[in-house]
């Protein structure tokens, strides 16, 4: 076996000499046989610096002549750890060792195909294709070793960087092969064979965070650490009211701040707002401090545009009034209405929803430098192509004019999928002439976010005499996401699709209707999406029924589930079920998994033992993002009365994972994330303005409150890939709801349950 050896200086090569090596690896740029159509386009503008050598079977994968094998991630690091669990799947695939990997950084370009880091989609949607990314790699280097040595190629191997002939106990290195595996064309698909699951190593195993030692040393860029030589930093004042306007400003007072050196006016948008800029005033200065003293110092007067009469809490009764009333039917089977107007007992529940804001730790950031009608950006974008889109809109320019280059993100939760503070840096970057750090401070953030969106139900039931739920009807109404989109007022399937049309219900008669409301500031997608209410108000009303029969509440949720079987679209009374983009052949609604995770939890969490041992447990489950997941919080009073969460369980079947540290980390941080939606969470608006600016008034779950213990269980499986980022997060705060009636006997019917109980 030859001798290897990691070189870990990062070799730089400029693009000219690329483009100059480029003959020796032509047979590796054809892209045509990738495997999907989305990434058959052409090759990145701006490929990661590799050496001339070696190979390139396609755009994720580069092999040196020194061994080395880098490997580009196109998705975004936020904390879920993309970066270490994709070229880990690639690698496996391949038989490449990782020690001997560099993974860089994609840039914003279409020919990686989709990099929306969002959707929890990183792995189920690409999952198969990863593999064969590593399959075609791993097959053009056994066939040049099989040439070499004169032997078949099925009877060579590939693992641990080296590709065997056991039979005569021959081997030669990846690097040693690179230089005549770029000579090869590019297997087709249909020509490369996956290896077994058996032989892939680490495929759900306990993997490392590939990203750790450079965070925990500081070494790590953010999009806020990104310094170029003559820089400065911008902050902007936005309009108080989302759609409102400049009316005039004085910058004299905001000039004279020693380091401020210009005041720019950027665009009010133009309605609906998509991703634009919310406009206002740039200060612009030497520094971050010059910046935020020169902002502080201008005075601005504004039109505040058609939302300055919105206040939050008026729209609560305008969003109950119109669950009152009939909406569109948007999933409807048997005759819920009749049976609920013959029914001699009944239950009805209304639940609400404020708007909620993302709050990611580090707010949101990028650097531009505009020249020569050319944008180069680095930014803290979960979506760089979005970003690259924004920009070319912003400044008048074609896309191929703008290169996003990606940072880490210190935390995105579906904020950085939003580029609109991408753009001000490039606006202001091109007005100044210098390179532009666009900063938001934490007050920016809470002020400006696209927020969740605020939401109203009612959900009702009959029962028959003996207890079974013969009719459920369940009225939704929130402003929708299209509507920044397109002005929408009710809610596309997408957001349907989250707990409304794909619940699984074995009860005679459903029906769900969606009532129209209209948006008056921006809302956008979050952690969870429209699951966060949804299953907050089923996972609630499940309980508040189990209680009123006095029956368990787990027996209660699995009898309305109903038996193991694969729910079809029939069943649930709707024509399709959009499910997250992904075939129902390939993902099918499976209540026998759902099932699964509750038998499970309630196994782990002594549900059974619950009153004996003097603890109150609550329960939920939930589908989401094609996984299923369960969760059982057990609450306690402390000695002044103050309820506190002392353990958490969650089980999770999620299909095939790769990285289990990664996956378990994951459905921690969703129990943290979701209890801190449920005891605090809540942005409210008066006047159009929103009222709270920092973690002061929009509070998170803090150290101290977190659980001592939080089990996290999840299921092996072969099956599709679901999601694993936001699945845990819905069944997170009914749970909570749940356990704290068990403990005290109020039922919180809205967030924030600090409202209701004392915490």
Same mark, same amino acid.
């Given at each position: 076996?030859?001798?290897?050896?990691?070189?870990?200086?990062?070799?730089?090569?400029?693009?000219?000499?690329?483009?100059?090596?480029?003959?020796?690896?032509?047979?590796?740029?054809?892209?045509?046989?990738?495997?999907?159509?989305?990434?058959?386009?052409?090759?990145?503008?701006?490929?990661?610096?590799?050496?001339?050598?070696?190979?390139?079977?396609?755009?994720?994968?580069?092999?040196?002549?020194?061994?080395?094998?880098?490997?580009?991630?196109?998705?975004?690091?936020?904390?879920?750890?993309?970066?270490?669990?994709?070229?880990?799947?690639?690698?496996?695939?391949?038989?490449?060792?990782?020690?001997?990997?560099?993974?860089?950084?994609?840039?914003?370009?279409?020919?990686?195909?989709?990099?929306?880091?969002?959707?929890?989609?990183?792995?189920?949607?690409?999952?198969?294709?990863?593999?064969?990314?590593?399959?075609?790699?791993?097959?053009?280097?056994?066939?040049?070793?099989?040439?070499?040595?004169?032997?078949?190629?099925?009877?060579?191997?590939?693992?641990?960087?080296?590709?065997?002939?056991?039979?005569?106990?021959?081997?030669?290195?990846?690097?040693?092969?690179?230089?005549?595996?770029?000579?090869?064309?590019?297997?087709?698909?249909?020509?490369?064979?996956?290896?077994?699951?058996?032989?892939?190593?680490?495929?759900?195993?306990?993997?490392?965070?590939?990203?750790?030692?450079?965070?925990?040393?500081?070494?790590?860029?953010?999009?806020?650490?990104?310094?170029?030589?003559?820089?400065?930093?911008?902050?902007?004042?936005?309009?108080?009211?989302?759609?409102?306007?400049?009316?005039?400003?004085?910058?004299?007072?905001?000039?004279?701040?020693?380091?401020?050196?210009?005041?720019?006016?950027?665009?009010?948008?133009?309605?609906?707002?998509?991703?634009?800029?919310?406009?206002?005033?740039?200060?612009?200065?030497?520094?971050?401090?010059?910046?935020?003293?020169?902002?502080?110092?201008?005075?601005?007067?504004?039109?505040?545009?058609?939302?300055?009469?919105?206040?939050?809490?008026?729209?609560?009764?305008?969003?109950?009034?119109?669950?009152?009333?009939?909406?569109?039917?948007?999933?409807?089977?048997?005759?819920?209405?009749?049976?609920?107007?013959?029914?001699?007992?009944?239950?009805?529940?209304?639940?609400?929803?404020?708007?909620?804001?993302?709050?990611?730790?580090?707010?949101?950031?990028?650097?531009?430098?505009?020249?020569?009608?050319?944008?180069?950006?680095?930014?803290?974008?979960?979506?760089?192509?979005?970003?690259?889109?924004?920009?070319?809109?912003?400044?008048?320019?074609?896309?191929?004019?703008?290169?996003?280059?990606?940072?880490?993100?210190?935390?995105?939760?579906?904020?950085?999928?939003?580029?609109?503070?991408?753009?001000?840096?490039?606006?202001?970057?091109?007005?100044?002439?210098?390179?532009?750090?666009?900063?938001?401070?934490?007050?920016?953030?809470?002020?400006?976010?696209?927020?969740?969106?605020?939401?109203?139900?009612?959900?009702?039931?009959?029962?028959?005499?003996?207890?079974?739920?013969?009719?459920?009807?369940?009225?939704?109404?929130?402003?929708?996401?299209?509507?920044?989109?397109?002005?929408?007022?009710?809610?596309?399937?997408?957001?349907?699709?989250?707990?409304?049309?794909?619940?699984?219900?074995?009860?005679?008669?459903?029906?769900?209707?969606?009532?129209?409301?209209?948006?008056?500031?921006?809302?956008?997608?979050?952690?969870?999406?429209?699951?966060?209410?949804?299953?907050?108000?089923?996972?609630?009303?499940?309980?508040?029924?189990?209680?009123?029969?006095?029956?368990?509440?787990?027996?209660?949720?699995?009898?309305?589930?109903?038996?193991?079987?694969? #729910?079809? $679209?029939? @069943?649930?009374?709707?024509?399709? *079920?959009?499910?997250? !983009?992904? =075939?129902?052949?390939?993902?099918? /609604?499976?209540?026998?998994?759902?099932?699964?995770?509750?038998?499970?939890?309630?196994?782990?969490?002594?549900?059974?033992?619950?009153?004996?041992?003097?603890?109150?447990?609550?329960?939920?489950?939930?589908?989401?993002?094609?996984?299923?997941?369960?969760?059982?919080?057990?609450?306690?009073?402390?000695?002044?009365?103050?309820?506190?969460?002392?353990?958490?369980?969650?089980?999770?079947?999620?299909?095939?994972?790769?990285?289990?540290?990664?996956?378990?980390?994951?459905?921690?941080?969703?129990?943290?994330?979701?209890?801190?939606?449920?005891?605090?969470?809540?942005?409210?608006?008066?006047?159009?303005?929103?009222?709270?600016?920092?973690?002061?008034?929009?509070?998170?779950?803090?150290?101290?409150?977190?659980?001592?213990?939080?089990?996290?269980? #999840?299921? $092996?499986? @072969?099956?599709?890939?679901?999601? *694993?980022?936001?699945? !845990?997060? =819905?069944?997170?705060?009914?749970? /909570?709801?749940?356990?704290?009636?068990?403990?005290?006997?109020?039922?919180?019917?809205?967030?924030?349950?600090?409202?209701?109980?004392?915490?």
């Amino acid at each position: 076996m030859s001798e290897h050896s990691l070189d870990d200086n990062p070799i730089r090569l400029s693009r000219r000499s690329f483009l100059e090596g480029v003959t020796l690896v032509a047979a590796g740029l054809a892209l045509e046989l990738l495997p999907t159509n989305a990434w058959a386009a052409p090759m990145p503008t701006a490929y990661p610096p590799v050496p001339e050598q070696g190979f390139r079977p396609n755009v994720y994968v580069h092999v040196a002549p020194d061994g080395v094998v880098t490997m580009i991630c196109h998705r975004s690091e936020m904390g879920q750890g993309v970066r270490s669990s994709l070229p880990v799947l690639i690698a496996d695939e391949m038989g490449a060792d990782m020690a001997r990997v560099k993974v860089i950084q994609g840039d914003g370009d279409k020919a990686y195909g989709d990099q929306n880091t969002d959707g929890s989609s990183s792995v189920r949607k690409i999952f198969t294709d990863l593999r064969y990314v590593g399959a075609t790699a791993r097959t053009m280097l056994i066939t040049v070793a099989a040439k070499r040595w004169g032997v078949p190629v099925n009877t060579c191997v590939a693992r641990d960087h080296v590709v065997f002939h056991p039979a005569s106990k021959r081997s030669l290195g990846f690097g040693e092969l690179a230089n005549d595996a770029a000579k090869l064309p590019v297997p087709a698909r249909k020509d490369v064979t996956l290896r077994p699951r058996s032989e892939l190593r680490h495929l759900g195993k306990e993997l490392p965070l590939l990203d750790g030692p450079d965070i925990v040393t500081g070494k790590a860029q953010f999009g806020a650490d990104v310094v170029l030589p003559g820089m400065l930093t911008a902050m902007v004042v936005r309009p108080p009211v989302a759609g409102g306007r400049v009316a005039r400003y004085d910058a004299t007072s905001a000039l004279a701040v020693p380091g401020v050196k210009q005041v720019v006016e950027l665009p009010a948008p133009k309605l609906p707002f998509a991703f634009q800029p919310l406009g206002g005033i740039a200060v612009v200065a030497d520094n971050t401090w010059a910046a935020m003293r020169g902002r502080a110092a201008l005075e601005v007067t504004w039109e505040h545009g058609d939302n300055a009469g919105y206040d939050s809490a008026a729209y609560r009764q305008e969003l109950t009034k119109a669950i009152g009333s009939s909406g569109k039917v948007v999933r409807n089977v048997g005759n819920a209405d009749a049976t609920l107007a013959g029914a001699k007992r009944k239950l009805e529940a209304d639940y609400h929803t404020p708007h909620l804001a993302h709050a990611p730790m580090e707010p949101p950031a990028a650097v531009a430098r505009v020249e020569g009608g050319r944008c180069e950006v680095w930014a803290a974008t979960q979506n760089p192509q979005s970003a690259r889109t924004e920009v070319a809109r912003a400044l008048g320019v074609d896309e191929s004019q703008i290169t996003i280059h990606v940072t880490l993100l210190g935390g995105g939760f579906g904020r950085k999928s939003k580029p609109d503070y991408v753009a001000e840096a490039a606006l202001v970057a091109r007005a100044v002439g210098a390179p532009v750090r666009m900063q938001w401070t934490r007050e920016d953030d809470v002020r400006h976010d696209y927020y969740h969106s605020t939401c109203a139900q009612r959900l009702s039931a009959a029962l028959d005499d003996s207890g079974k739920v013969q009719a459920w009807h369940h009225r939704i109404a929130f402003p929708p996401i299209g509507s920044i989109f397109s002005g929408a007022t009710f809610a596309g399937d997408g957001e349907l699709n989250q707990g409304i049309l794909d619940l699984p219900l074995a009860i005679p008669h459903v029906r769900m209707e969606n009532c129209e409301a209209r948006a008056h500031t921006r809302i956008g997608w979050m952690r969870s999406v429209a699951n966060v209410y949804h299953a907050f108000s089923v996972q609630s009303f499940i309980d508040e029924l189990a209680h009123a029969r006095g029956t368990d509440p787990r027996d209660t949720l699995l009898e309305l589930i109903g038996p193991p079987r694969i #729910v079809t $679209p029939k @069943e649930l009374g709707v024509e399709k *079920v959009p499910n997250y !983009g992904q =075939p129902l052949e390939e993902h099918p /609604l499976d209540t026998g998994r759902l099932r699964r995770v509750i038998e499970r939890v309630t196994e782990l969490s002594r549900w059974d033992s619950r009153k004996k041992e003097g603890r109150a447990l609550g329960l939920a489950a939930h589908r989401s993002f094609l996984s299923y997941v369960a969760v059982v919080m057990s609450v306690v009073k402390d000695a002044d009365e103050r309820i506190r969460v002392d353990e958490a369980w969650i089980v999770a079947d999620a299909g095939t994972i790769i990285n289990a540290e990664r996956v378990r980390a994951q459905f921690e941080g969703a129990v943290i994330f979701g209890m801190s939606l449920g005891l605090y969470g809540a942005i409210t608006m008066k006047d159009g303005a929103t009222e709270q600016s920092n973690f002061r008034d929009y509070r998170l779950v803090r150290i101290a409150e977190a659980p001592q213990r939080i089990h996290v269980e #999840v299921i $092996p499986s @072969e099956g599709a890939p679901g999601g *694993v980022g936001e699945p !845990g997060v =819905p069944p997170v705060a009914p749970a /909570l709801a749940n356990a704290i009636f068990a403990l005290t006997g109020t039922r919180v019917r809205e967030l924030p349950f600090v409202r209701s109980v004392r915490v």
